[in-house]
C-alpha cells in the first residue's frame, strides 16, 4: 500500500495551460512539501504546509501556488504553465516532531 | 549558492567492495543531516540519518560519519550489492527550521 500517491504520474501540457499535481497520505503526517527535481540540481523545496492552516512558500515558489484542502491532501497548481517548468515533481509528508520526509513516486511533468 | 554539495556525480564500485559517497555543506546552522537513496521512477526512500551530537552512525551495512570541523560527511556500504545502485541524496537540516536541504546526488552503479 502507498502511503504517500501522486497523481497523476505522468503529463504534458502546453505553454500556458493550467495544471494541478495532487497529493495524497495515509500517514497521519501534519506537515507535506512540494518539491522540484531537476537534472544536477537535486531536489528543491517549492511550497510546504505545517498544518491545513498553515502555507509557506519554499525556495522556488514563483509560478505555482498549492491548496492544502485536508490533512491527507496538498495538490501544487502551475496556473499557466511555462517550458521551463518541466521537471520531476515530487509530494513528501513528515511527522512535525522528525526530519525524516516519505516521498511519493512523482509526476513527470512536461510543458511544450 | 549550494549549501549542500555532492561534488560525485557518479560512482561506480565493485560488488562486495567498499562505496563511500561524500556530502559536504557550508551552513554551520546545520544539525541534522539525512541520506536518501532513488531508484529510477519512484521517490527517495530514507536510508540513514545523524545528529550534529554525533559523529558516526551505523545501520546494518551503512555507515555515516560526520565531521563537523570540516563540514563534511560520508556514507559507506560494506559491502556493496547490486540492489545499492541508485542515487544517493545528501540533505540537512536547523533545528530552528526543518527544511531539508538536498545535494545533488551521487549516482552509484555496483558492477557484478
Known amino acids: 500500500d502507498a502511503d504517500v500517491t501522486q497523481t497523476p504520474r505522468n503529463r504534458i501540457t502546453k505553454t500556458g495551460k493550467r495544471i494541478m499535481l495532487e497529493c495524497s497520505q495515509t500517514?497521519?503526517?501534519?506537515?507535506m512539501y512540494w518539491y522540484r527535481q531537476d537534472p544536477g540540481l537535486g531536489l528543491r523545496l517549492i511550497y510546504y504546509?505545517?498544518?491545513?492552516?498553515?502555507?509557506n512558500k519554499g525556495e522556488i515558489s514563483d509560478g505555482y501556488s498549492v491548496s492544502r484542502q485536508a490533512q491527507a491532501k496538498f495538490s501544487l497548481s502551475l496556473e499557466s504553465a511555462i517550458p521551463n517548468q518541466t521537471a520531476l515533481y515530487f509530494c513528501?509528508?513528515?511527522?512535525?516532531?522528525?526530519?525524516?520526509?516519505?516521498f511519493g513516486p512523482g509526476t513527470r511533468l512536461t510543458v511544450l | 549558492d549550494q549549501q549542500v554539495k555532492q561534488n560525485s556525480p557518479s560512482l561506480s564500485v565493485q560488488e562486495g567492495r567498499i562505496s563511500i559517497l561524500n556530502c559536504d555543506y557550508t551552513?554551520?546552522?546545520?544539525?541534522?543531516f539525512l541520506w536518501y537513496k532513488k531508484y529510477p521512477a519512484e521517490g527517495p526512500t530514507f536510508l540513514i540519518s545523524?545528529?550534529?551530537i554525533k559523529d558516526k552512525n551505523e545501520d546494518g551495512r551503512f555507515t555515516v560519519f560526520l565531521n563537523k570541523s570540516a563540514k563534511h560527511l560520508s556514507l559507506h556500504i560494506v559491502p556493496s550489492q547490486p540492489g545499492d545502485s541508485a542515487v544517493y541524496f545528501c540533505?540537512?537540516?536547523?533545528?530552528?527550521?526543518?527544511?531539508?536541504?538536498w545535494g545533488a546526488g551521487t549516482k552509484l552503479i555496483i558492477k557484478p
Open positions: 551552513n554551520s546552522m546545520f544539525d541534522y
Open positions: 513528501a509528508t513528515s511527522d512535525s516532531h522528525l526530519n525524516e520526509q516519505f
Open positions: 545523524i545528529s550534529s
Open positions: 504546509s505545517f498544518d491545513v492552516k498553515d502555507i
Open positions: 500517514k497521519g503526517h501534519d506537515r
Open positions: 540533505a540537512a537540516s536547523a533545528e530552528s527550521n526543518y527544511q531539508l536541504i
